[in-house]
T-cell receptor, first 115, second 114 residues
Framework: EAEVAQSPRYKITEKSQAVAFWCDPISGHATLYWYRQILGQGPELLVQFQDESVVDDSQLPKDRFSAERLKGVDSTLKIQPAELGDSAMYLC?????????????FGPGTRLTVT | AQSVTQPDIHITVSEGASLELRCNYSYGATPYLFWYVQSPGQGLQLLLKYFSGDTLVQGIKGFEAEFKRSQSSFNLRKPSVHWSDAAEYFCAVGAAGGYQKVTFGTGTKLQVIP
């Protein structure tokens, strides 16, 4: 069964350092999502791509976060510089098309700890 | 703006007992509703979804949920809980048409005791 891949699974970094996460969605899925999940809370959408275009990045802290999906396939989320408050699980998901009616498939996530 | 409330942060049930997890949503039109499950350290898996039609929907792993428009609720149920059901459960709301993001609740952590 096809799955969403993410790496690394765990990342520990010092504040002010740069960190990057990678996501490979299910083949053929046009829509890719990055979520941030703080401990004890539900996932919050950071950015959504339709193919290589950003559809929604309204909750992305653009002064330090960036995301790209250059060829409309895999994607990278970067934080520079990392802050203590960025410690969270970063989840990637993909769906066949955009819209709530299309099931989102989630990867296992990257657990980030900023010290 | 759409929102979801899960009033129970933590629930403990005995194995074999029935389960009901509460979810209330806020959305002006007919919502799309979802329940996801997250095992420790893992991503989310879709249990079931409601778009329209029959208000009682069946999902995977023996779960079901009922949409009640008058109460703005979409509670998740299971008649007999298994130890493997211990996880965190998230209710989510989306909407029809074009680009509409899905908004998640804060989750309910389920503990199953033998």
């Amino acid at each position: 069964e096809a799955e969403v891949a993410q790496s690394p699974r765990y990342k520990i970094t010092e504040k002010s350092q740069a960190v990057a996460f990678w996501c490979d969605p299910i083949s053929g899925h046009a829509t890719l999502y990055w979520y941030r999940q703080i401990l004890g809370q539900g996932p919050e959408l950071l950015v959504q791509f339709q193919d290589e275009s950003v559809v929604d990045d309204s909750q992305l802290p653009k002064d330090r976060f960036s995301a790209e999906r250059l060829k409309g396939v895999d994607s990278t989320l970067k934080i520079q510089p990392a802050e203590l408050g960025d410690s969270a699980m970063y989840l990637c998901a993909s769906s066949l098309r955009q819209g709530s009616s299309y099931e989102q498939y989630f990867g296992p996530g990257t657990r980030l700890t900023v010290t | 703006a759409q929102s979801v409330t899960q009033p129970d942060i933590h629930i403990t049930v005995s194995e074999g007992a029935s389960l009901e997890l509460r979810c209330n949503y806020s959305y002006g039109a007919t919502p799309y509703l979802f329940w996801y499950v997250q095992s420790p350290g893992q991503g989310l898996q879709l249990l079931l979804k409601y778009f329209s039609g029959d208000t009682l929907v069946q999902g995977i792993k023996g779960f079901e949920a009922e949409f009640k428009r008058s109460q703005s609720s979409f509670n998740l149920r299971k008649p007999s809980v298994h130890w493997s059901d211990a996880a965190e459960y998230f209710c989510a709301v989306g909407a029809a048409g074009g680009y509409q993001k899905v908004t998640f609740g804060t989750g309910t952590k389920l503990q199953v005791i033998p």
